[in-house]
Nanobody
Framework: VQLQASGGGSVQAGGSLRLACAAS????????MAWYRQSPGKQRELVAR???????NYADSVKGRFTISRDNAKNTVYLQMNSLEPEDTAVYYC??????????????WGQGTQVTVSS
């Protein structure tokens, strides 16, 4: 199982980025998926989550600015990030939640992609 996160980079405040998380070895269509982020000195936090049925929820700090979506045909989950703020600077991780007790308790994680927003 491999989750490949991409799309990070450096932008100025107010800019946009689109992150992608492509999976191999696992079908994402049955799974809830999430994006987390972690900045230096802080705990990893949930940014957005999408259920297998397409229901979404977001951290209060990103509501109205970020959109999580999925393309099951491409086995990929996206995070569209608009109106970026310096506080959004972090390493972003995608997570595929477990669907079986045989899988790791925390599901599967991508390697992370750096997002840097300058003021």
């Amino acid at each position: 199982v491999q989750l490949q996160a991409s799309g990070g980079g450096s932008v100025q405040a107010g800019g946009s980025l689109r992150l992608a998380c492509a999976a191999s070895g696992v079908m994402l269509s049955r799974r809830a998926m999430a994006w987390y982020r972690q900045s230096p000195g802080k705990q990893r936090e949930l940014v957005a989550r999408i259920s297998s049925g397409g229901s979404t929820n977001y951290a209060d700090s990103v509501k109205g600015r970020f959109t999580i979506s999925r393309d099951n045909a491409k086995n990929t989950v996206y995070l569209q990030m608009n109106s970026l703020e310096p506080e959004d600077t972090a390493v972003y991780y995608c997570n595929a939640m477990r669907v079986s007790a045989n899988e790791p308790e925390g599901g599967f994680w991508g390697q992370g992609t750096q997002v840097t927003v300058s003021s």
